[in-house]
């Protein structure tokens, strides 16, 4: 499987603060992105979809401007959550991905925390 | 309505028995399905995908699906206390690697 790198794995962070998480694909070029997040006991939910290079597409709730997705080179996405809020701590999980590749793989996962 | 159904559980066997895992999907269209494990915490690592009608066997587990009933399933033999996690069903609607969606995982706790 794809070796996924994901920094930090926890955060803690004031609230109105930032927090940026990092996502590196390690063996292979990721030509997309996809970043979740995972309440407690819920599944995980696709937040936004990130190609290479061009801008992200998010899902129907989630704030683009909260959440900034750039994704400027093959083995490198980050996702910079904007002002934090308690109502976004979670656990946000990145998966790369390429078009003939058909199995999801993850970076080890973020634990937000916001006090 | 929900695209993939799990229920939540837990699930409880005695070490040694069997578990069996259940997974519905509402896309007939769906193609690739898959069998994450989940320990507290930490990500999702994948354990089985199946791409084909039957059952397909690795190890202790076996996937089993059946794409006429929208039905997708996963036992794990001589269940083991480390087994304990939650399970997650996930499903690709269409070939290559597209969005997956995932279901809330069953949790399955297995009793030394």
């Known amino acids: 499987g794809a070796v996924v790198s994901q920094h930090p794995s926890r955060v803690i962070c004031k609230s109105g603060t930032s927090v940026k998480i990092e996502c590196r694909s390690l063996?292979?070029?990721?030509?997309?992105m996809f970043w979740y997040r995972q309440f407690p006991k819920q599944s995980l939910m696709l937040m936004a979809t990130s190609n290479e290079g061009s801008k992200a597409t998010y899902e129907q709730g989630v704030e683009k401007d909260k959440f900034l997705i750039n994704h400027a080179s093959l083995t490198l996405s980050t996702l910079t959550v904007t002002s934090a809020h308690p109502e976004d701590s979670s656990f946000y999980i990145c998966s790369p991905g390429r078009q003939d590749q058909d199995k999801a793989f993850f970076g080890q996962g973020t634990r937000l925390t916001v006090v | 309505q929900k695209e993939v159904e799990q229920n939540s559980g837990p699930l409880s066997v005695p070490e040694g028995a069997i578990a069996s895992l259940n997974c519905t999907y509402s896309d007939r269209g769906s193609q690739s399905f898959f069998w994450y494990r989940q320990y507290s915490g930490k990500s999702p690592e994948l354990i089985m995908s199946?791409?084909?009608?039957g059952d397909k066997e690795d190890g202790r587990f076996t996937a089993q699906l059946n794409k006429a009933s929208q039905y997708v399933s996963l036992l794990i033999r001589d269940s083991q206390p480390s087994d304990s996690a939650t399970y997650l069903c996930?499903?690709?609607?269409?070939?290559?690697?597209?969005?997956?969606?995932f279901g809330i995982g069953t949790k399955l706790q297995v009793i030394p």
């Open positions: 996930a499903v690709i609607a269409s070939g290559g690697y597209q969005k997956v969606t």
């Open positions: 063996d292979f070029q990721a030509t997309t």
């Open positions: 199946i791409y084909s009608n």
